[in-house]
């Protein structure tokens, strides 16, 4: 399995292809260890990586993951194929903005693009189960979030705004509160309020 991840790190920093920190990934693992989480809505596979590591945690863990990129999609495929938790991962190729998907789960978790936050957020809420976690990557966005003062170009200065609004939106959100953690790239973890 070791060799599995590595393989996949390899490809994709070679391949350009945004995958969790290993830093937040180990928070992550020690989340979903600590609150028994047992089903993961992912949005956003890339390559299976994260899904992968997780699945890994525990037999019992069921995940759902999207991915709109083919190319992609087909690769965390084989990856799945090639992991010991086939049976624990099911990949969907779609645009999780356009898709349907059946069923509550324990997390769902958000890593997909970042200028359509509030909108998977308020899509997919109704998945989670009531006690369930709402975790969204990259709050931090290699730190261009907290660092206005850094050199953009317009698209990237667009894509902080949005980020700064989904803040925004956690944080003064009515039904749910959020933590959140300046680990990997910076990840909210969002819980219903009671
Ligand atoms: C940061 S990567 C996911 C990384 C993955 N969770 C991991 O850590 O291994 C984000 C992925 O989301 C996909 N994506 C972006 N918007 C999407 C959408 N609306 N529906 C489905 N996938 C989307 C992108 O194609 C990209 O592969």
């Known amino acids: 399995m070791n060799d599995l991840i590595q393989e996949m790190e390899i490809y994709a920093a070679e391949n350009d292809i945004p995958i969790m920190q290993k830093e937040g990934i180990e928070f992550f693992k020690q989340l979903i260890q600590k609150y028994k989480i047992k089903s993961i809505l992912e949005i956003g596979t890339a390559i299976g990586y994260s899904a992968i ?4 945690l525990d037999s019992e863990i ?3 993951s999207i991915e709109r990129d083919e190319e992609r999609y087909q690769r965390a ?3 799945v194929a090639k992991s010991q938790c086939g049976d624990q ?3 969907v190729l779609a645009d999780a903005l356009e898709c349907e998907i059946e069923g509550q789960f324990d997390c769902i978790f958000i890593d997909a693009a970042k200028a359509q936050y509030i909108r998977f957020f308020e899509k997919y809420k109704k998945n989670l189960n009531n006690d369930g976690l709402i975790v969204s990557d990259n709050l931090s966005f290699h730190g261009y979030v907290e660092h206005p003062e850094l050199q953009m170009s317009r698209n990237l200065r667009q894509l902080v705004g949005k980020i700064k ?3 925004d939106f956690l944080e003064n959100n009515d039904e749910f509160e959020t933590e959140f953690v300046k680990l990997g790239d ?3 973890i969002s819980r219903k309020k009671h």
Do not use: D
């Open 53 to 56: 590591q997780l699945a890994s």
């Open 62 to 64: 069921q995940i759902v």
């Open 77 to 79: 495929v084989e990856n």
């Open 89 to 91: 991962i099911k990949l």
């Open 165 to 167: 609004k989904y803040i």
């Open 186 to 188: 910076g990840i909210a």
